[in-house]
């Protein structure tokens, strides 16, 4: 397309944050799909049935359905969040009381923007927070853009490690002479790595943000896909909803309706719902309708047919990566959707080989580089300064949710064979 003659100035925003790569791969459409975390297996006969039922509830009930196919609170309608904190309550064990604390619950279009709003509430240009390295990029991008100063903090196998955290809460006061103001967390079975926290780790980051007065935002959202029992939320550590930032989100566990769900301390809450009012007003409330009859009615016998397919696909992926990959590492997820691999060899460039050799041959993952920050720190070797964030690019995540057990089997040996030549 020609160049815009109309003279427009944008944001300054716009010259240095580019589309979401993940959003720019789904241009492609390939065979051997690893790349987003798009999920494979949705109950849609059970959405067809609840959408068949409201259908002839609508017909018989006008008012039901004006009141439906109209605006409504913007955190979301009682109902709604009544059966939502029912949930978080039986099955997470969050210490909420379904009567009478159901309006610390609130929704958002999808969890990502909840966690657009709380950085956008939270964070002046300069601030600090923390993340892990390599982290979520709807959460590393948003943070660049509003001015954040985002200091990543090393994983191993089981997540964040928590003394790193507290280095890089002591060097932002020594650097910075600022307290960070949010931890960034997805303790079950993280985007991108697909680790998760044990206990220790959990209670250990509560305590530095508890100390520090951090903001612990807690991502929850593949916790209800677990293969193995995992430790409980960190939120229920906080006994009264003053510490922890919890999110959930419908799209991984029932269908990309985008409704995400949190419970946030009340003065975190009133802040987001204020910035939600602005973004969009509310969320339909039509769709709040069916994720509420999926919640109450049917989401056990969803999870109970979903997981095993879901741990059907990982072990494939897990299998193909073990039989074919060069040498590296992987990791070994107790659920969500991704296995994230480092190939021994540092000088691979998973982004290069992508294009070059991946996608020609019909398959799609995401290299590793956009889950680090285009600007933040790390801290060095020695642990005491902040050095430039630099990307692994001999790093990719490799998602099992989409596509068959057959076709990630055949794919991934395909992959590794292409490695193997490569490295
Ligand atoms: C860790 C994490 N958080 C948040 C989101 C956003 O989810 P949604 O906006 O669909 O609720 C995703 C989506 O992939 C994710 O992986």
Same mark, same amino acid.
């Given at each position: 397309?020609?160049d815009?003659?109309?003279? #427009?100035?944008?944001?300054t *925003?716009?010259?240095?944050?580019?589309?979401?790569?993940?959003?720019?791969?789904?241009k492609y459409?390939?065979?051997y799909?690893f790349?987003?975390g798009?999920?494979? @297996?949705?109950?849609t006969?059970?959405f067809a049935?609840?959408?068949?039922?409201?259908?002839?509830? #609508?017909?018989k009930?006008? %008012?039901m359905a004006?009141?439906?196919?109209? #605006?409504?609170?913007?955190?979301?309608?009682?109902?709604?969040?009544?059966?939502?904190?029912?949930?978080l309550?039986?099955?997470?064990? @969050?210490?909420?009381?379904c009567?009478? %604390?159901?309006?610390?619950?609130?929704?958002?279009?999808?969890?990502?923007?909840?966690? #657009?709003?709380?950085?956008?509430?939270?964070?002046?240009?300069g601030?600090?927070?923390i993340t892990?390295?390599?982290?979520y990029?709807?959460?590393?991008?948003?943070?660049?853009k509003?001015?954040?100063?985002?200091?990543?903090?090393?994983?191993?196998?089981d997540?964040?490690?928590?003394e790193?955290?507290?280095?890089a809460?002591?060097?932002s006061?020594?650097?910075f002479?600022?307290?960070?103001?949010?931890?960034?967390?997805?303790?079950?079975?993280?985007?991108?790595?697909g680790?998760?926290?044990?206990?220790?780790?959990?209670?250990e980051?509560?305590?530095?943000?508890? =100390?520090?007065?951090i903001? &612990? &935002? %807690?991502d929850?959202?593949?916790?209800e896909?677990?293969?193995?029992?995992?430790?409980?939320?960190?939120?229920?550590?906080?006994?009264?909803?003053?510490?922890?930032?919890?999110?959930?989100?419908t799209?991984?566990?029932?269908?990309? &309706?985008?409704?995400?769900?949190?419970? &946030?301390?009340?003065?975190?809450?009133? !802040?987001?719902l204020?910035d939600?009012?602005?973004?969009d007003?509310? =969320?339909?409330?039509?769709?709040?309708?069916?994720?509420?009859e999926?919640?109450?009615?049917?989401?056990d016998?969803a999870?109970?047919?979903g997981?095993?397919?879901?741990?059907?696909?990982?072990e494939?992926?897990?299998?193909a990566i073990d039989?074919?990959?060069?040498?590296? !590492?992987?990791?070994?997820?107790?659920?969500?959707?991704? @296995? *994230?691999?480092?190939?021994?060899?540092?000088s691979?460039?998973?982004?290069?080989?992508l294009?070059?050799?991946?996608?020609?041959?019909?398959?799609?993952?995401?290299?590793?580089?956009?889950?680090y920050?285009?600007t933040?720190?790390?801290?060095?070797?020695s642990?005491?300064?902040?050095?430039?964030?630099?990307?692994?690019?001999?790093?990719?995540?490799?998602?099992?949710?989409?596509? =068959?057990?057959?076709?990630?089997s055949e794919g991934?040996s395909?992959l590794?064979h292409?490695?193997?030549?490569?490295?």
């Amino acid at each position: 397309m020609a160049d815009s003659k109309n003279g #427009y100035q944008f944001a300054t *925003w716009t010259s240095f944050i580019a589309e979401s790569q993940i959003r720019a791969l789904l241009k492609y459409t390939v065979k051997y799909y690893f790349a987003g975390g798009k999920p494979g @297996i949705i109950p849609t006969d059970i959405f067809a049935k609840i959408l068949g039922d409201l259908s002839e509830r #609508y017909s018989k009930d006008p %008012e039901m359905a004006l009141d439906d196919f109209n #605006y409504g609170p913007t955190g979301g309608q009682p109902w709604f969040l009544k059966t939502l904190a029912k949930r978080l309550h039986d099955v997470r064990k @969050i210490p909420i009381d379904c009567e009478s %604390e159901w309006e610390c619950v609130s929704i958002t279009s999808g969890s990502q923007q909840a966690l #657009y709003a709380i950085l956008d509430t939270m964070v002046n240009p300069g601030d600090v927070i923390i993340t892990p390295s390599p982290a979520y990029l709807g959460f590393l991008v948003p943070a660049v853009k509003l001015g954040a100063r985002v200091i990543t903090v090393p994983t191993d196998l089981d997540g964040i490690i928590p003394e790193y955290v507290t280095k890089a809460v002591q060097l932002s006061g020594i650097k910075f002479g600022k307290t960070p103001d949010i931890l960034y967390v997805v303790p079950d079975s993280d985007n991108p790595k697909g680790t998760t926290l044990p206990q220790k780790r959990r209670q250990e980051l509560f305590d530095i943000c508890e =100390t520090h007065n951090i903001l &612990l &935002l %807690e991502d929850s959202a593949y916790a209800e896909i677990q293969f193995k029992k995992t430790p409980k939320p960190i939120k229920v550590l906080d006994k009264d909803n003053s510490r922890v930032a919890y999110l959930g989100t419908t799209s991984k566990e029932a269908a990309v &309706l985008r409704v995400g769900y949190s419970v &946030l301390p009340p003065n975190v809450r009133e !802040e987001v719902l204020k910035d939600k009012g602005y973004l969009d007003l509310c =969320t339909s409330t039509m769709i709040q309708r069916v994720l509420n009859e999926y919640y109450a009615k049917h989401i056990d016998e969803a999870m109970r047919v979903g997981i095993p397919r879901y741990k059907k696909r990982y072990e494939a992926m897990a299998a193909a990566i073990d039989e074919s990959f060069p040498a590296g !590492e992987r990791t070994d997820p107790t659920g969500g959707f991704f @296995i *994230w691999w480092q190939s021994e060899s540092k000088s691979f460039d998973s982004g290069a080989f992508l294009e070059k050799t991946a996608i020609p041959n019909d398959l799609l993952y995401v290299p590793g580089k956009p889950f680090y920050p285009i600007t933040g720190y790390a801290i060095n070797d020695s642990g005491n300064d902040l050095i430039p964030s630099m990307p692994e690019l001999n790093t990719m995540r490799l998602g099992f949710s989409y596509v =068959t057990p057959e076709v990630i089997s055949e794919g991934i040996s395909k992959l590794g064979h292409l490695l193997s030549k490569e490295l």
